[in-house]
Nanobody, 121 residues
Framework: QVQLVESGGGLVQPGGSLRLSCAAS????????MGWYRQAPGKQRESVAT???????NYADSVMGRFTISRDNAKSTVYLQMNSLKYEDPAVYYC???????????????WGQGTQVTVSS
């Protein structure tokens, strides 16, 4: 059974940094796009950053220049380095990945359970 497990959330002061990790486990044959999304209370889930299998990133305007997404294909892991955190960044951050399913011979979209990021002085 494929799972995405996030880690690295927590409490940080404004201007601080956090690094999120998300590891895919189970029968992993191939992973296409991976990404991070976030959802704040009362708001819709939004894309933060995505990265292709080849390492091409894409960022939301709100995090451009502050967040960096990367991945280690050998470890089936995606990272999100968050710097210069602001009061508008707190949310539950979710990992997302398109993982190849041998039974259906197609890519299936998976979500992690989420990790809380809080920014407070």
């Amino acid at each position: 059974q494929v799972q995405l497990v996030e880690s690295g959330g927590g409490l940080v002061q404004p201007g601080g940094s956090l690094r999120l990790s998300c590891a895919a486990s189970g029968s992993i044959f191939s992973i296409n796009d991976m990404g991070w999304y976030r959802q704040a209370p009362g708001k819709q889930r939004e894309s933060v950053a995505t990265i292709t299998n080849g390492g091409r990133p894409n960022y939301a305007d709100s995090v451009m220049g502050r967040f960096t997404i990367s991945r280690d294909n050998a470890k089936s892991t995606v990272y999100l380095q968050m710097n210069s955190l602001k009061y508008e960044d707190p949310a539950v951050y979710y990992c997302n990945a398109d993982i190849f399913d041998v039974n259906s011979a197609s890519y299936v979209n998976y979500w992690g359970q989420g990790t809380q990021v809080t920014v407070s002085s």
